[in-house]
C-alpha cells in the first residue's frame, strides 16, 4: 500500500521485538514463593511474640534464668535458622538486552553465548520481612560457588557497594540461590543457561548451569 502526503494517512507502525528490554530468566513457582515468604513473616511475629512480649514479662515477674533465655531462643532460633536458608533464594532474574538482541531468537541465542561481561542483571530476592528485594549488577560481579550446603550457588563481592549506602540501610545482597529448573517458567527462560555457562567459563569452571536443586519437573 502506498501513502501519499497530504491525505491524512499515517504509514503503518513497525511490529515490536519479540523479546522485551528485560525478559524473565528464572521464575520458580508461585506455591514457592508464597510458602517462603509466609514462613518468614511467620518467623518474625513468632520473634516478636517471644522475644520481645514474653521475655520480658519471665523478666519482669522475677522468673527464674533459663525461662528468658528458653523464651528468647524459641523466637531467637527460627528467625535465624529460617533465614540463613532462605536469604539467598532468587524469585526473579532480568537481563538487560541491547536492542539487536530482541528481535529474533537466533540472534538471541547467540548473544546469549557471547554476552559481555558488562551486560546487566537485575536478580530480586527475599527480605527478612518476606518483600521483594532488587539487586543490580553485572555478570562479571557472579561468581559460581557452593555455600550453605548448596543453598547458595552464585555470589558477589559487595563491599563498594556498601561502602556507598547509608548505615541505617540493608546491607547489599551477595549471595544468591538461582535453582535449576525455574527457567522453564519463562518464555526467554532458556537464555539463562547459556548465561550461567559463560559466568562459569569467565571463573574457571565447567558444567556449571542453573545451579542448586532441581525443581519445575
Known amino acids: 500500500m502506498i501513502y501519499h502526503a497530504g491525505t491524512g494517512s499515517k504509514p503503518p507502525l513497525p511490529p515490536p521485538p519479540p523479546y522485551i528490554l528485560s525478559p524473565f530468566l528464572a521464575n520458580p513457582p508461585i506455591k514457592e514463593t508464597t510458602f517462603l515468604g509466609t514462613l518468614r513473616f511467620a518467623t518474625l ?6 522475644g520481645l512480649v514474653l521475655t520480658p514479662h519471665y523478666i519482669k515477674s522475677g522468673a527464674p534464668p533459663q525461662y528468658p533465655l528458653a523464651s528468647l531462643a524459641c ?5 535465624l535458622y529460617v ?4 536469604t539467598p533464594f532468587v524469585t526473579f532474574i532480568h537481563l538487560r538486552l541491547p536492542p539487536y538482541a530482541r528481535w529474533s531468537t537466533p540472534i538471541l541465542q547467540r548473544f546469549a553465548k557471547t554476552a559481555p561481561p558488562n551486560t546487566q542483571v537485575d536478580i530480586t530476592t527475599l527480605s527478612l520481612t518476606g518483600t521483594p528485594r532488587h539487586s543490580s549488577m553485572m555478570l562479571s560481579d557472579l561468581k559460581p560457588t557452593r555455600e550453605r550446603f548448596g543453598m547458595v550457588n552464585f555470589t558477589r563481592d559487595t563491599t563498594a557497594v556498601n561502602e556507598k549506602r547509608k548505615w541505617w540501610r540493608w546491607r547489599a545482597v551477595g549471595r544468591f540461590n538461582i535453582q535449576e529448573g525455574n527457567e522453564k517458567n519463562c518464555r526467554a527462560g532458556w537464555v539463562w543457561k547459556d548465561i550461567a555457562e559463560g559466568i562459569g567459563s569467565r571463573a574457571g569452571e565447567k558444567g556449571v548451569g542453573g545451579g542448586g536443586k532441581k525443581t519445575g519437573q
Do not use: E, M, R, S
Not at 511475629?45 to 517471644?50: I, K, T, V
Open 75 to 79: 523466637g531467637l532460633i527460627p528467625l
Open 83 to 86: 533465614g540463613y536458608f532462605t
Open 45 to 50: 511475629l513468632l520473634f516478636a511474640g517471644f
